[in-house]
Nanobody, 124 residues
Framework: QVQLAESGGGSVQAGGSLRLSCAYT???????????LAWFRQVPGKDYGGVSA?????RITYADSVKGRFTISKGQNSLYLQMNSLKPEDTAMYYC?????????????????WGQGTQVTVSS
């Protein structure tokens, strides 16, 4: 199992920046050695949308809507999402998620472990 906890959300004006963090812990006795780590976002009434994913081999995927503005990175037991040039349409609850193996095209239903979310609000 993997436990995830996000932080770093808040309210900013359009054009501003935020850095989200996700602290994660994995069961040391897990039979899995490779995990995908990803960021999703959700607005009320809509499905989870994949934002960015980091494969165990270092490959990175971004949603088209955030390419060139968001950067995913990884530290010691932490996942980060640097968000620059924020737009009002980036307003959402942001979730850190993980699943064993590969990132599965950021299909939310394929992800087993989720954090509690952190709210990002961008005003115009």
């Amino acid at each position: 199992q993997v436990q995830l906890a996000e932080s770093g959300g808040g309210s900013v004006q359009a054009g501003g920046s935020l850095r989200l963090s996700c602290a994660y812990t994995a069961n040391p006795n897990s039979r899995y050695t490779n995990y995908c780590l990803a960021w999703f976002r959700q607005v009320p009434g809509k499905d989870y949308g994949g934002v960015s994913a980091l494969e165990g081999d270092g490959r990175i995927t971004y949603a088209d809507s955030v390419k060139g503005r968001f950067t995913i990175s990884k530290g010691q037991n932490s996942l980060y999402l640097q968000m620059n040039s924020l737009k009002p349409e980036d307003t959402a609850m942001y979730y850190c998620a993980s699943t064993p193996g590969w990132c599965r095209d950021m299909e939310a239903a394929e992800y087993l472990y989720w954090g509690q979310g952190t709210q990002v609000t961008v005003s115009s």
